[in-house]
């Protein structure tokens, strides 16, 4: 089976620029997690959505990141406007079904200058 | 406390001891553990789930133990290529959640480091 799709690989932008990413998840999973892992630490959630709702925003920084997951398929995930802190990586996941056990794709580097 | 700890390491060990992780959780009513392997600058893979009875897969063992809130990893006979860092996942129950109510949390992963 095609796994977690992810693009792009590399992103770097400056401070409050704009950045979008984006992910395609295993044919049929119809659960999705956007993670951010910053470098030594393990990834932390930021948004859980089931087909095309949202189960868990709680740790989104709602100020600046939003994300979407339309036709409950593929999802995009942005950042407006970036800052420094937000150099990471994020990775996208996927799941059959909530608290199954995660498929990742390779996922997003970002760094903001 | 937090929901999920894990001691950091680096664990260096020479190629094959016998190395073993723990892995603390805070939610008494968590359902289902999980270890990840992520290797330098890839994305985290599964390794194994880990049951009640605890379970075994070659030179890896994982054991829960529900009394005092922590799962564990066992690696015998270590290999080289076993250098990583090895991520704890808890299902935490969170009530509200919709879909379920499950959310799964990473601990912040233990390096481990094994050297000829």
């Known amino acids: 089976e095609a796994g977690v799709a992810q693009s792009p690989r590399y992103k770097i932008i400056e401070k409050r620029q704009s950045v979008a990413f984006w992910c395609n998840p295993i044919?049929?999973?119809?659960?999705l997690y956007w993670y951010q892992q910053i470098l030594g630490q393990g990834p932390k959630l930021l948004i859980q959505?089931?087909?095309?709702?949202?189960?868990?925003d709680s740790q989104l920084p709602k100020d600046r990141f939003s994300a979407e997951r339309l036709k409950g398929v593929d999802s995009t995930l942005k950042i407006q406007p970036a800052k420094l802190e937000d150099s990471a990586v994020y990775l996208c996941?996927?799941?059959?079904?909530?608290?199954?056990?995660?498929?990742f794709g390779n996922g997003t580097r970002l760094t903001v200058t | 406390r937090k929901e999920v700890e894990q001691d950091p390491g680096p664990f260096n060990v020479p190629e094959g001891a016998t190395v073993a992780f723990n892995c603390t959780y805070s939610?008494?009513?968590?359902?289902?553990f999980f270890w990840y392997r992520q290797d330098c600058r890839k994305e985290p893979k599964l390794l194994m789930s880990?049951?009640?009875s605890g379970n075994e897969d070659g030179r890896f063992t994982a054991q829960l133990n529900r009394a005092s809130q922590y799962i564990s990893l066992l690696i015998r006979d270590s290999k080289l290529s076993d250098s990583a860092t090895y991520l704890c996942?808890?299902?935490?129950?969170?009530?509200?959640?919709?879909?379920?109510?499950?959310?799964?949390?990473f601990g912040t992963g233990t390096q481990l480091k094994v050297e000829l």
């Open positions: 939610n008494s009513a968590s359902q289902s």
């Open positions: 959505f089931q087909n095309n709702g949202v189960v868990d």
């Open positions: 996942v808890v299902n935490i129950p969170t009530p509200g959640l919709t879909g379920g109510g499950n959310k799964l949390t």
């Open positions: 996941a996927s799941s059959p079904r909530p608290g199954g056990h995660l498929h």
């Open positions: 880990v049951y009640s």
């Open positions: 044919s049929g999973h119809a659960t």
